[in-house]
Nanobody, 125 residues
Framework: QVQLVESGGGLVQAGGSLRLSCTTS????????MGWFRQAPGKEREFVAA???????????NYADSAKGRFTISRDNAKNTVYLQMNSLKPEDTAVYYC???????????????WGQGTQVTVSS
């Protein structure tokens, strides 16, 4: 049973930073594109950032417009972990953040193979 476990969420003031982590139990982590999505109360889940599998253009990244310039996605294949560094956080970033994995994908993740359970991020004004 493959698991994706997110951590690092919490309560932070506007302008602050958080780093989310997602550790997986997949056996060939470097063959998976990894993504972060979020869902705010009353809204649909939306894409935040993605990083391709390691053999795709050297590990390309992609960001939602709302994340560009503030968030950075990265991966550590030795630790089977993907990170989302979030800086200059805004109240509108408040949401449950989910990690997703899709094998052999680039930076566009649809119909992910696996999802995590989510971690809450709350940004106070």
């Amino acid at each position: 049973q493959v698991q994706l476990v997110e951590s690092g969420g919490g309560l932070v003031q506007a302008g602050g930073s958080l780093r989310l982590s997602c550790t997986t139990s997949v056996l060939t982590f470097n063959t998976y594109a990894m993504g972060w999505f979020r869902q705010a109360p009353g809204k649909e889940r939306e894409f935040v950032a993605a990083i391709s599998w390691s053999g795709w253009s050297g590990g390309s990244t992609n960001y939602a417009d709302s994340a560009k310039g503030r968030f950075t996605i990265s991966r550590d294949n030795a630790k089977n972990t993907v990170y989302l560094q979030m800086n200059s956080l805004k109240p509108e970033d408040t949401a449950v953040y989910y990690c997703a994995a899709k094998r052999w994908a680039g930076t566009f993740i649809s119909n992910a193979d696996y999802w995590g359970q989510g971690t809450q991020v709350t940004v106070s004004s």
